[in-house]
């Protein structure tokens, strides 16, 4: 080894792979900021914080030319003794401020770094969020008031903490003018900073300011939907979860949809307020719920990221959404937005900032951009569909070249409104069902039961439960069951004359309904449960269509499924039905609560926001109901699976039935008609 | 003339003297902005707002080489003459916006465009101020929203904005966010967005919104003293003062002075707050005062400037002002600030701002920050000592070279506090006075009586008011008067021995005092007012010869006073009594509230503020207690004018007394001890 490599070991961090050569002696935290390893540390090298724990490998890492060794690092000094006999290291564990690099060494930063031992959570999202959080604390030790140098004590803070940590232009939060002066005495000139980074101002701002070391701050990631508001409370030192909690949206004592809200402020003079107050009621005590959880106090809470759908998104902030139940559907604001915490009345502490992410379009919200941040087409080679399926489905088509994205109106039936027995997901309601082909017998799972219906034991299992009516996803199967055993024709209508073959089959005035239960309820699925299913998933597909008519693609790569809806159907038969077009079944995935996982992105790391408010400025907004083709696109989905459209991929694992017609008893717009307005 | 001259004419801003040359149908607004020749606009060019106002000079400019006439303009075309029939135009005057260059032009820029013929009102200052205020309002046309691009109404705002007005990354206040929707659509899509340039974001801001046109808006600047609030009204858009007042502060029933504010904030618990709550309180009843004057609402004020002695600044702000009434005289903030008015309860538009001059020293306030960017010392060549004499006296000494800057503890003797007979400024305060050298004899003048006390019919004249006591000028001329005439000697001791030569001179225990006037009350001069005001002078002319010695200078070559004091005092006597130092008295000049006017220019132009800020951070601070000669420069400075120091200025106009020595009765510090103790 060459006398220069002797004097300048090798250090190689993992898992990012960064290396370099230092000095003898110089400490490993500085040499990981040199090469931009992220390690945190709060109290700037003074072994007091405890954040900046690295490992040690030991070893002949023959690949990377480095023998590792326990002797090229320097013994524990009397600072990290001092840490480690006051709060406690791992085995293994060193602090990197203080120790020294004295040969070659492979370096290990763990992921998991947590001070005082609190309860750790299950992980919200299996995917590991870089970090870079918006806010920053740092710990300096103040100078003295001065007569010769009159400076203010703010101003000496300032200095310090550019001197020590390099923030240039400081700012600071208005309501901590008044009470610095305490606090840095308090300290005995100690304080720790929290230091925003990520204000819209672009210069960085003094949020928070506590006297000695504060070695622990948090934020929320919250998704604010029109039934369910989601939250993650997470540390923004360790990006550990706290906690993760729910709450229904207090609003729908307004109205269940969206629109019946809109409704509401439209009819009452201070309804958009009363609503305003609702909903910010609810995050505060979604905050106390999971402050409670992971045992937090809620004024350490120094940030926050929201998402939401378009009119949830304007009630929020306090704007009328009336404009977005009505053409244009104009958005007040589409951009993010960034706010205190406290103008909207959201209560943490007094310095803790707010981030909205922008909106896509008017029906096309923040919740949206969630989860295009989380499932990013924007970086796929591949062509990725993303759709979140609520009321309003949100579809995001695209790679890293274009990406295109629309709302279409699928109506409250994939949620069992508008389903004569269906219900939301909760114990008792079917969640599973097949069909047999020749019997036409079914057989199905309830939620709450373990046995399949058809399996011994089932009733006595189920007794306690009930069998109440049909969740959304047992809808889709139903459908798809009744269409694949031949009970409905492609056009959806349930054929009277099965009625010979099963008594299930049974007249229900003009039409025929399907006897899923006989028990009390009867669950039953009529004609028009059929049609409700046809008109939602015609929505869905026109929409998806349309964006790959716009993309000018027959088929997708993959497909990802956001929220609830997609976590609990089965890909097979959304595809049987046509929800969504023909794909590779391994590459049709549930993704849970992506607008969620966005926000939390959005909050760890604030070069997601940036990157989302760049990706949504480039993704196409298509408006549908200006589509001159979408009607047609509608018509064409309203068979099934599709009427003119393929599924290569699908018919390699279901046998697809014939294609059979039959009059539509109702006389309405199935069949017939709609195949003469068919492509040729 | 060559062609292309001709194609391109000469065009001359008058007054500031720029020219160019510009193709023929340029507008003239056009030019102007293209030369940096601040021409103000709101409409954009519309000929909606009449900002644009100029006026041609007709003639043959020979120096300039322009034959300048009215064929040299374009007519004015429909919608010039549809602004001059609704609104009215000034003879002779033409919009910028529409009239177009035709040949060569002289243009004159009028400073007096008053648009909607308010009352005007006296200037608050000789000086013009170039304007360049933080706000500016832009009217633009917003595009309306399109389903085919999904912008938010402010992101539309925000793009024409910058279309149109060149604003780039507009932030916009919160509070407007719930609003724009029906200000934009009440406006039909024409709305005037009121644009802060001088955030502490450094990011331009919408920080105020209304429907059509909007065209006014209007600034504060504000002087919080310890016993009076002063404040100016002024359009930001053409720089009118539309009111000036003041009103007493009412934390006087606080405290008197300074001092026992500060002791009162100590004792009680809840004193800073009511402190805070009284002078906002204050603030906000003078705004009204002063929009009532101007009848201009309130809502209309987007922009405030304020000055303040530090513990005026500490409790206006709400900070506790405790750490300003001990060493070490530690400021909470010395930098300069920036608030929403809202957030320190000021009731303007909820939009307006509130920016803050930095204090120079924990004696040294924001106060005179401001007096120091109006008299600019920094900018001289020659050697400028500017002093506001008040309870504490700021001294501020320097030249574009070096400026330092100190307070003295002068006392509240100066303003008539602590002397026998001593008042506030008032109709029957003694003000002007003389005494005769021979007989000892006094004549006085008093405030609301033409006459002098010896002319004929001051007994009648004066009956209405009175003669009752002496206010801080005259107690001024009467020391040095009787200084002058040998009543006392230069050490300030009364020589009882002239009692023979005139029965004005009275015992008084054991002590002589002058009778100035035999009435009801008897108005005396007694051996203790003259050893108050020794006291005062000394602490001043003591500071300032601290900083003369710093500058290294042995005299001064200009003297400026600030305040309401320095107003009514005459130059001469202030330097008979010493004061101040020796100098020309040509070029001792009073200068009214220079803080004030200090705020008057940060609040007209910002880039004073940034000028202020620099100079500030420049500016060496000298804390008077902490000198080891300022005790004996102190001592020095109780004689009159001054044991060691020569006036040869001062001798030119003044037969100044030989030197005479007397025992100080009261044997205090007086006399011979002084003496030996004084250079060699």
């Given at each position: 080894m060459?006398?220069?490599?002797?004097?300048?070991?090798?250090?190689?961090?993992?898992?990012s792979?960064?290396?370099?050569?230092?000095?003898v002696?110089?400490?490993?935290?500085d040499?990981?900021?040199?090469?931009?390893?992220?390690?945190?540390?709060?109290?700037?090298?003074?072994?007091?914080?405890?954040?900046?724990?690295?490992?040690?490998?030991?070893?002949?890492?023959?690949k990377?030319?480095?023998?590792?060794?326990?002797?090229?690092?320097?013994?524990k000094?009397?600072k990290?003794?001092?840490?480690?006999?006051?709060r406690?290291?791992p085995?293994?564990?060193?602090?990197?401020?203080?120790?020294?690099?004295?040969?070659?060494?492979?370096?290990?930063?763990p992921?998991?770094?947590?001070?005082?031992?609190?309860?750790?959570?299950?992980?919200a999202?299996?995917?590991?969020?870089?970090?870079?959080?918006?806010?920053?604390?740092?710990?300096?030790?103040?100078d003295?008031?001065d007569?010769?140098?009159?400076l203010?004590?703010?101003?000496?803070?300032k200095l310090v903490l550019?001197?020590?940590?390099?923030?240039?232009?400081?700012?600071?939060?208005?309501?901590?003018i008044?009470?610095l002066?305490?606090?840095l005495?308090?300290g005995?000139?100690g304080v720790?900073a929290?230091?925003?980074?990520?204000?819209?101002s672009?210069?960085p701002?003094?949020?928070?300011?506590?006297?000695?070391l504060?070695?622990?701050?948090?934020g929320?990631a919250?998704?604010?939907?029109s039934?369910?508001?989601?939250?993650?409370?997470?540390?923004l030192?360790?990006g550990?979860?706290?906690?993760?909690?729910g709450?229904?949206?207090?609003?729908?004592?307004?109205?269940?949809d969206?629109?019946s809200?809109?409704?509401?402020?439209?009819m009452?003079?201070?309804?958009?307020?009363?609503?305003?107050?609702?909903?910010r009621?609810?995050?505060?005590?979604?905050?106390?719920?999971v402050?409670?959880?992971?045992?937090?106090d809620?004024?350490?809470?120094?940030d926050?990221v929201?998402v939401?759908?378009?009119?949830?998104?304007?009630?929020?902030?306090?704007?009328?959404?009336?404009?977005?139940?009505?053409?244009?559907?104009?958005?007040?604001?589409s951009?993010?937005?960034?706010y205190?915490?406290?103008?909207?009345?959201?209560?943490v502490?007094?310095?803790?900032?707010?981030?909205?992410?922008?909106c896509?379009?008017?029906?096309?919200?923040?919740?949206?951009a969630?989860a295009?941040?989380a499932?990013?087409?924007y970086?796929?080679?591949?062509?990725m569909?993303l759709?979140?399926v609520?009321?309003?489905?949100?579809?995001?088509?695209?790679?890293?070249?274009?990406?295109v994205a629309?709302?279409?109106?699928?109506?409250?039936?994939?949620?069992g409104a508008?389903?004569?027995?269906?219900?939301?997901?909760?114990?008792g309601a079917?969640?599973?069902?097949?069909?047999?082909?020749?019997?036409?017998?079914?057989r199905?799972?309830?939620?709450?039961?373990?046995?399949w219906?058809?399996e011994?034991?089932?009733a006595?299992?189920?007794?306690?439960?009930?069998?109440t009516?049909?969740?959304?996803s047992?809808?889709?199967?139903?459908v798809?069951?009744?269409?694949?055993?031949?009970?409905?024709?492609?056009d959806?209508?349930?054929?009277?004359?099965?009625?010979?073959r099963s008594?299930?089959i049974?007249?229900?005035?003009?039409?025929?309904?399907?006897?899923l239960?006989d028990?009390?309820?009867?669950?039953?699925?009529?004609?028009?449960?059929?049609?409700?299913?046809q008109?939602?998933?015609?929505?869905l597909?026109?929409?998806?269509?349309?964006?790959?008519?716009?993309?000018?693609?027959?088929?997708v790569?993959m497909?990802?499924?956001a929220?609830?809806?997609?976590?609990?159907?089965?890909?097979?038969?959304?595809?049987?039905l046509g929800?969504?077009?023909?794909c590779?079944?391994?590459?049709?995935?549930?993704?849970?609560?992506?607008a969620?996982?966005?926000?939390?992105?959005?909050?760890?790391n604030?070069?997601?926001r940036?990157e989302?408010?760049?990706?949504?400025?480039?993704?196409?907004?298509?408006?549908?109901a200006?589509?001159s083709n979408?009607?047609?696109?509608?018509?064409?989905?309203?068979?099934?699976?599709?009427?003119?459209?393929?599924?290569?991929?699908?018919?390699?694992v279901?046998t697809?039935?014939?294609r059979?017609?039959?009059a539509?008893a109702?006389?309405?717009?199935?069949?017939?008609r709609?195949?003469r307005?068919?492509?040729?």
């Amino acid at each position: 080894m060459s006398e220069a490599a002797q004097k300048n070991p090798l250090v190689l961090f993992m898992p990012s792979g960064k290396r370099g050569r230092f000095p003898v002696g110089t400490p490993i935290l500085d040499a990981a900021r040199q090469l931009g390893v992220y390690v945190e540390s709060v109290c700037g090298g003074r072994a007091t914080c405890g954040r900046c724990q690295i490992e040690v490998q030991e070893g002949n890492f023959a690949k990377h030319k480095i023998v590792s060794s326990l002797d090229h690092i320097s013994e524990k000094g009397p600072k990290e003794e001092r840490y480690e006999k006051v709060r406690g290291l791992p085995d293994g564990r060193r602090l990197s401020c203080s120790a020294l690099i004295l040969g070659d060494l492979v370096v290990d930063v763990p992921q998991d770094t947590v001070i005082n031992a609190q309860v750790v959570r299950k992980a919200a999202t299996d995917r590991v969020i870089e970090r870079n959080a918006a806010v920053q604390l740092c710990y300096v030790e103040v100078d003295e008031p001065d007569m010769h140098k009159p400076l203010g004590d703010l101003d000496r803070l300032k200095l310090v903490l550019e001197k020590d940590w390099g923030w240039k232009d400081l700012l600071i939060a208005p309501h901590l003018i008044p009470e610095l002066q305490a606090i840095l005495r308090k300290g005995n000139w100690g304080v720790t900073a929290a230091i925003h980074r990520d204000m819209d101002s672009s210069r960085p701002f003094i949020v928070g300011l506590w006297p000695g070391l504060k070695n622990e701050a948090y934020g929320i990631a919250c998704d604010i939907g029109s039934t369910t508001i989601a939250m993650h409370l997470v540390s923004l030192l360790s990006g550990r979860i706290a906690a993760s909690s729910g709450t229904s949206n207090p609003q729908i004592r307004f109205g269940e949809d969206l629109m019946s809200r809109v409704s509401y402020v439209m009819m009452n003079p201070d309804g958009r307020e009363a609503m305003t107050k609702a909903v910010r009621e609810a995050v505060n005590s979604l905050i106390g719920k999971v402050c409670d959880e992971g045992q937090v106090d809620r004024h350490d809470i120094l940030d926050a990221v929201f998402v939401a759908n378009p009119i949830m998104h304007h009630l929020f902030l306090g704007i009328d959404p009336t404009e977005l139940g009505q053409a244009p559907f104009a958005l007040a604001v589409s951009g993010a937005l960034q706010y205190w915490a406290h103008d909207i009345d959201i209560d943490v502490n007094r310095g803790g900032r707010v981030y909205m992410l922008p909106c896509i379009a008017g029906h096309v919200g923040a919740d949206a951009a969630g989860a295009t941040l989380a499932e990013a087409p924007y970086k796929q080679d591949k062509m990725m569909l993303l759709v979140d399926v609520g009321t309003n489905a949100e579809i995001v088509l695209g790679n890293k070249d274009r990406v295109v994205a629309a709302s279409s109106p699928t109506g409250p039936a994939f949620e069992g409104a508008e389903i004569s027995s269906g219900q939301r997901a909760a114990p008792g309601a079917i969640e599973r069902v097949r069909i047999d082909p020749v019997s036409l017998e079914p057989r199905f799972r309830v939620i709450g039961v373990d046995k399949w219906s058809d399996e011994e034991g089932f009733a006595e299992a189920a007794a306690s439960v009930g069998v109440t009516g049909i969740c959304g996803s047992a809808i889709i199967e139903v459908v798809a069951e009744m269409y694949l055993s031949g009970i409905i024709s492609e056009d959806g209508v349930v054929d009277g004359s099965m009625a010979a073959r099963s008594p299930r089959i049974i007249p229900n005035g003009r039409t025929f309904s399907y006897l899923l239960h006989d028990g009390e309820p009867r669950i039953t699925v009529t004609q028009n449960d059929i049609r409700a299913i046809q008109l939602a998933k015609a929505a869905l597909y026109a929409g998806i269509k349309l964006l790959m008519e716009k993309q000018g693609i027959d088929h997708v790569d993959m497909i990802r499924f956001a929220g609830a809806f997609g976590t609990f159907i089965d890909p097979k038969y959304a595809m049987v039905l046509g929800l969504i077009p023909d794909c590779d079944l391994a590459e049709v995935k549930a993704v849970g609560n992506a607008a969620g996982t966005g926000a939390l992105m959005a909050l760890l790391n604030r070069d997601h926001r940036r990157e989302i408010e760049q990706q949504v400025n480039r993704i196409e907004k298509i408006e549908t109901a200006l589509e001159s083709n979408f009607q047609q696109l509608f018509v064409n989905a309203m068979a099934m699976p599709n009427k003119v459209d393929a599924f290569p991929n699908l018919s390699t694992v279901v046998t697809l039935p014939e294609r059979k017609v039959l009059a539509d008893a109702e006389g309405g717009e199935g069949g017939g008609r709609r195949r003469r307005r068919s492509r040729e």
